[in-house]
């Protein structure tokens, strides 16, 4: 039996042979040993203390864990060995956390706590450390708290919604065609429609019915098991921010991703420059001598690889957004391409192009950009009203 056919498959996904009775597991097979024991496996996982109490009591102590930070990095600057290891398994204990909670699809405010707090930790030795050693202009910290705070703005701003699907939804999107492939306006008079415009376009939407929600839902949408609830233009649901990414949030949330980025990097040639002012940017993240000889040189050292790390992940994450928003393709139309082999790597595995809804670059991104959330739109119609 080949990997695929005992990987969990989405909501919206036909079930082969089974389906549990509830919806917080799925699974597919072809025989009936492996449903009997997936069921007990189900039964020992909700009957068993040990392992729920283990993520609960990881849940609970999200605030000493995130106490334990600084005295982890401050631990790293003692060495460079030292910091190496620690540097090292910190992404290794947090990749493990992300597995954990996300095999069981629970919410968590860890990782956006965790985000939010090395932020603000990372800002706070800046403003203690490196800019009393007169390095820093003031246009250069004026540039640094603007992206902190537009960071956060624009956090945020992306924390609104993603454009939940809602009952109502569907039936509103019925009265809007109706409203638009009748030719007369309420007062009487005949309205001249551009024939192949609004009316065909309608048309071809394809509603589907959510076999978890039991709603009707517009084209591009998915249910997000964490979540419990399905989302218009679903890409994935994102621990960072504990909220999915949808047709509502997905602009902003690129946004957040790239004014992070870009305020990361700029801090931390900042840092290094002051650290070592004679070395290049890329020498000096690699050797910078003398900067284990004063605790906090060390301390700022260790919090630039630490930041660099970071960076790094979330500058991959953008990359293969701006890519998958050129092939018009979203994170979970990416998967379901992927299992059912129907899509086509491109530049190097980072995007999947499927080809079913990409219309060229330039109107990719058009249609990305302009595009608005569905439920705000058909809420605020005049055909809602009525």
Not at 85 to 108: C, D, E, N, Q
């Amino acid at each position: 039996m080949k990997w695929e056919k005992l990987k969990p498959p989405e909501p919206d996904d036909p079930m082969c042979c089974c389906e549990c009775d509830t919806y917080k597991y799925r699974c597919c097979c072809d025989c009936e040993d492996l449903d009997e024991a997936f069921s007990r496996y189900e039964r020992w996982d909700e009957t068993s203390p040990v392992f729920g109490t283990m993520i609960d009591s990881l849940e609970i102590s999200m605030i000493p864990a995130l106490l334990l930070l600084p005295l982890l990095l401050r631990a790293a600057a003692l060495h460079y060995l030292l910091g190496a290891v620690i540097l090292t398994a910190l992404p290794g204990l947090v990749l493990s956390y992300y597995h954990t909670t996300h095999r069981r699809k629970r919410r968590t405010l860890f990782f956006l706590t965790l985000a939010l707090y090395s932020l603000a930790y990372m800002y706070y030795l800046f403003v203690t450390e490196i800019l009393p050693r007169g390095d820093v202009s003031p246009l250069q910290t004026c540039a640094v708290t603007t992206g902190m705070i537009l960071t956060v703005a624009s956090l945020v701003h992306t924390k609104r919604g993603p454009g939940f699907v809602t009952a109502s939804l569907h039936e509103a999107n019925r009265r809007r065609r109706v409203a638009d492939d009748d030719p007369t306006h309420p007062d009487g008079s005949i309205q001249s429609t551009a024939s192949g415009e609004t009316g065909p376009q309608s048309a071809t939407e394809k509603w589907t019915l959510c076999p978890v929600c039991k709603i009707m839902r517009p084209p591009r949408a998915g249910h997000c098991r964490t979540c419990g609830s399905c989302v218009q233009r679903l890409d994935h649901h994102c621990v960072w921010i504990n909220s999915c990414v949808g047709q509502a949030n997905h602009r902003s949330f690129l946004q957040t991703l790239c004014v992070f980025v870009l305020t990361s990097v700029y801090g931390i040639g900042l840092v290094l420059r002051s650290l070592c002012p004679r070395q290049s940017l890329m020498t000096a993240l690699f050797y910078c001598p003398g900067v284990y000889s004063q605790p906090s040189t060390a301390l700022c050292f260790t919090c630039c690889w630490y930041s660099t790390i970071i960076t790094a992940g979330l500058f991959y994450l953008l990359v293969a957004q701006v890519v998958s928003i050129s092939f018009n393709v979203t994170g979970r139309e990416a998967q379901l391409a992927l299992r059912n082999k129907k899509g086509q790597r491109r530049l190097w595995g980072i995007a999947i192009d499927t080809g079913e809804y990409s219309r060229g670059f330039y109107r990719n991104w058009v249609e990305f950009l302009t595009m608005t959330d569905s439920s705000a739109s058909l809420h605020s119609s005049p055909t809602d009203l009525v």
